[in-house]
């Protein structure tokens, strides 16, 4: 049966188990960024995993972010009746309000995600 | 009772009610409860895995290893040596032990320590023993050697 051993990256590369660098470990995940994740052993393999959690989580704000810029941008001029072809000193009546509203969903639903990782 | 020495690593059964106590008092060995077996005191503690480089009990491992307790022993070329408490590297034992040939098994006075050499020269990394309280013999019925 395989162990599984709670571990971290180090930002030098280097593998840290119990604070004491391990050797000859094969790192099973994208990048070289620190990371916490585990140390997976089974006979002679030997291999670090990740945890993903954190950089998801970063992500998902980061989307977060971006997709609240396109709703208040959207809303603005919205408003501002620029998208209907305002003529004179009266604009024309928000037409995406419909859609705006989706994309606040959207992100709602993106932070309950975001939340919901450790 | 029977001892069993996979590569180093011992464990004992009691086959009969008592049979631990006694070779406990008449040995002088420090033994512990796990599950349905005994192991050394001092090997309470020995993980079922070895990290090259980080410490294994008394000793450093050699290798990444992971599996079964003799397993790792063979890997790091580890035995315990109960003269001492210790674990040693098994190349660094160099005594010789009474291991003789009687009939279909092998016999000694004692429990032979792994990594020792039989008379013939023949270096002993395993075994299967029977002790028994009533005669305070060591009969093997397996003997593993390099």
Known sequence: MSRCLKARLSSKGEVIYSDKVVSDVDIL????????????????????????????????????????????????LDNAGYLVGASGAVPGP?????NINNINNIRGKIDDLKDALI | MIVNCEHG???FYETDVGQISNFILRSGFSLFKKNNYFVFDALKDAEDFSIKGLPYLNAVSKKNYQGKMGEVFR?????????SDLI?????VTSF??????????????????????????????????????????????????
Not at chain 1, 63 to 68: A, F, N, R, T, Y
Not at chain 1, 94 to 98: I, K, V
Not at chain 2, 88 to 92: E, L, P, Q, T, V
């Open chain 1, 29 to 76: 995940s994208e990048g070289n960024a620190e990371s916490e994740g585990v140390l997976v052993l089974d006979k002679e393999l030997i291999f670090y995993l990740a945890s993903s959690a954190k950089d998801i989580k970063k992500a998902l704000i980061e989307v977060s972010k971006g997709l609240s810029e396109i709703s208040t941008s959207l809303d603005k």
């Open chain 1, 94 to 98: 928000p037409l995406l309000t419909l």
């Open chain 2, 9 to 11: 690593f011992y464990t």
């Open chain 2, 75 to 83: 890997s790091n070329d580890f035995v315990f040596d109960f003269t």
């Open chain 2, 88 to 92: 040693k590297d098994r190349n660094s």
């Open chain 2, 97 to 146: 032990n009474d291991l003789m040939l009687s009939g279909d098994r092998y016999v000694s006075k004692g429990l032979v320590l792994p990594g020792s050499f039989t008379q013939g020269g023949k270096k002993v990394i395993g075994y299967t023993c029977h002790v028994s309280r009533l005669t305070n013999s060591f009969t093997y019925s397996e003997v593993d050697f390099v």
